[in-house]
């Protein structure tokens, strides 16, 4: 069955500083990978898919086959930034997701 | 706005009485969605709904049913709740099947006394 970790359950940096939230995947074929992000007081929302090979608030995220990783990077950080990030994926071109346990993201100032 | 609605917000049972929480959604999608989330856990899928079609996954207790009487809306049951059902309950829909976004309602809190 597909695994979806999350090392860290809590990562803070200082405004401006760089971001890298790990997320690391079992699965044996082609998976599709998400992060979804969850700001106090508000829903669970998509913030990319590799498959998009975009840059969303400045965020990214490669795939990496080789390290079967999906880290969320950005380069300077921002106060609003502070919040929830989960990492998902989806198999077999279907539509059900699996989540890891969530890193809270907290940038002080 | 179109958007996933999740009623009630908070719910209080009583451990063995039945309680259904509700979603609706106004963004027309075909498939919707329940997933448990428990402190500190990973939101987990209970169930979908594509169409009329309901899908339960392998793991889910016969204790949580689901219904869909129309696209908009969609109920999640719970025939006798312990209290090891106290949780965040999502509800979310996506347009089709296949990896498409996922859009989630603000979720109903149960807690069961």
């Given amino acids: 069955a597909q695994r979806v970790t999350q090392p860290e359950k809590l990562l803070s940096v200082f405004k401006g500083a760089p971001v890298e939230l790990k997320c690391n995947y079992s699965y044996s074929g082609s998976p599709e990978l998400?992060?979804?992000?969850?700001?106090?007081?508000?829903?669970?929302?998509?913030?990319?898919?590799?498959?998009?090979?975009?840059?969303?608030?400045?965020?990214t995220a490669d795939l990496n086959k080789g390290e079967t990783s999906f880290h969320l990077k950005k380069p300077f950080a921002q106060e609003e930034d502070s919040a929830m990030y989960y990492?998902?994926?989806?198999?077999?071109?279907?539509?059900?997701?699996?989540?890891?346990?969530g890193t809270q993201l907290k940038v002080e100032l | 706005d179109a958007m996933v609605i999740q009623n009630p917000r908070y719910q209080v049972t009583q451990f063995g009485k039945p309680v259904t929480l509700s979603c609706s959604q106004t963004l027309n999608h075909n498939v919707m969605y329940?997933?448990?989330?428990?402190?500190?856990?990973?939101?987990?899928?209970?169930?979908?709904?594509?169409?009329?079609?309901?899908?339960?996954?392998?793991?889910?207790?016969?204790?949580?049913?689901?219904?869909?009487?129309?696209?908009?809306?969609?109920?999640?049951?719970?025939?006798?709740?312990?209290?090891?059902?106290?949780?965040?309950?999502?509800?979310?829909?996506?347009?089709?099947?296949?990896?498409?976004?996922?859009?989630?309602?603000?979720?109903?809190?149960?807690?069961?006394?």
């Fill in chain 1, 34 to 59: 998400f992060w979804y992000v969850q700001y106090s007081r508000q829903r669970l929302q998509l913030l990319l898919r590799h498959i998009s090979r975009e840059s969303i608030k400045g965020f």
């Fill in chain 2, 34 to 113: 329940w997933y448990q989330q428990k402190s500190s856990q990973a939101p987990k899928l209970l169930f979908h709904y594509y169409d009329k079609d309901f899908n339960n996954e392998a793991d889910t207790p016969d204790n949580f049913q689901s219904r869909r009487p129309n696209t908009s809306f969609c109920f999640l049951d719970i025939r006798s709740p312990g209290l090891g059902d106290a949780a965040m309950y999502l509800c979310a829909t996506s347009l089709d099947a296949g990896p498409y976004e996922q859009y989630f309602g603000p979720g109903t809190r149960l807690t069961v006394t």
């Fill in chain 1, 87 to 101: 990492c998902a994926l989806t198999t077999g071109g279907g539509n059900k997701l699996t989540f890891g346990t």
